[in-house]
């Protein structure tokens, strides 16, 4: 059963914006930190942005004063809003949370280029 669905994806030139959006099909959405991570090619995946379930953020320092994450609970949604984009932001973007038992979920990941 698919629990995250990314989505906002796609090819941007360095300087522009793009939003990504992560759809959690499941209850109980409100409780749950969220974070964003993201994959470049022959790199390990890193974590760029976290919201907690009472809406602290943090971010990773390569995206500070850039990158926003924000949620919507009455839409089970988290979103990305990344502005100045940079060629080195080029990644697949993944949304993520951890339940209470642990377990980790993830969604498909929607790819994000740079690019002129």
């Known amino acids: 059963q698919v629990q995250l669905v990314e989505s906002g994806g796609g090819l941007v030139q360095p300087g522009g914006s793009l939003r990504l959006s992560c759809l959690a099909h499941?209850?109980?959405?409100?409780?749950?930190?969220m974070d964003w991570y993201r994959q470049a090619p022959g790199k390990q995946r890193e974590l760029v942005a976290r919201i907690t379930s009472g809406g602290s953020t943090n971010y990773a320092d390569s995206v500070k004063g850039r990158f926003t994450i924000s949620r919507d609970n009455t839409k089970n949604t988290v979103y990305l809003q990344m502005n100045s984009l940079k060629p080195e932001d080029t990644a697949v973007y993944y949304c993520h949370y951890r339940n209470s038992y642990y377990v980790d979920y993830w969604g498909q990941g929607t790819q994000v280029t740079v690019s002129t």
């Open positions: 499941r209850s109980g959405f409100s409780i749950y930190d």
